[in-house]
């Protein structure tokens, strides 16, 4: 089972380029995040969204657009990289239904993103 | 808003138990999570703990909640080096979105 699968792993940037950071999961979770982590800092939550076609903003947006075209893909996209903008970058998933108050949320491995 | 809050480093002796604290604010909390980050990995779920108990256990963790303090702890049993990495809090609020927020995180460093 691959799970929530990033990608890129690593890249290098310079500013005012843009990229888009890739994300799929694989079992048909309907919910899906996209957090940053900075050192110390644990993480911050960018985006997130309930379903195809519905995206809705976290603590941090500012910088970030996502899309929820499919279930299984949420790509998050950087249009004007900013040296703010290195970080660690992780996408989750969970599977949330109506009386289920326990949703864990499942994590790719993280794209590690630096900005020159 | 929310708030998690954690003690940035833990070192401990291996064999002996870890106990990683964890303090929040948000009095509407209905799940609390640990999570475990290992070098260059994601992070990933270790155990829970519903608002309404107050103690969990599942092979060599612990997970104590005071509801009335906001305190939440996890307790390793018999630490191992493999035990070595970030230790995540995270509280689920009441309301929409399955939101977490996530404390900063506890390094554990097992010595021999």
């Known amino acids: 089972n691959a799970g929530v699968t990033q990608t890129p792993k690593f890249r290098i940037l310079k500013i005012g380029q843009s990229m888009t950071l890739q994300c799929t999961q694989d079992?048909?979770?309907?919910?899906m995040y996209w957090y940053r982590q900075d050192p110390g800092m644990g993480l911050k939550l960018i985006y997130y969204s309930v379903g195809a076609g519905i995206t809705d903003k976290g603590e941090v947006p500012n910088g970030y657009n996502v899309s929820r075209s499919t279930t299984e893909d949420f790509p998050l996209r950087l249009e004007l990289a900013a040296p703010s903008q290195t970080s660690v970058y992780f996408c989750?998933?969970?599977?949330?239904?109506?009386?289920?108050?326990?949703?864990?949320?499942?994590f790719g491995d993280g794209t590690r993103l630096s900005i020159l | 808003g929310e708030d998690v809050e954690q003690s940035l480093f833990l070192s401990v002796r291996e064999g002996d138990s870890s106990v990683i604290n964890c303090t929040y604010t948000?009095?509407?909390?209905?799940?609390l999570y640990w999570y475990k980050q290992e070098p260059g990995a994601g992070l990933q779920l270790l155990t829970y703990?519903?608002?309404?108990?107050d103690m969990k256990q599942d092979q060599r963790l612990t997970v104590l909640l005071n509801k009335k303090d906001k305190h939440l702890s996890l307790r390793i049993a018999d630490t191992q080096t493999g035990d070595s990495a970030i230790y995540f809090c995270?509280?689920?609020?009441?309301?929409?979105?399955?939101?977490?927020?996530f404390g900063t995180g506890t390094q554990l460093k097992v010595e021999l």
């Open positions: 995270a509280e689920k609020a009441a309301g929409g979105g399955n939101k977490l927020t």
């Open positions: 989750a998933s969970s599977y949330n239904r109506d009386r289920v108050a326990n949703q864990p949320q499942h």
């Open positions: 703990i519903f608002s309404n108990m």
């Open positions: 948000d009095s509407s909390s209905t799940y």
């Open positions: 079992m048909n979770h309907n919910y």
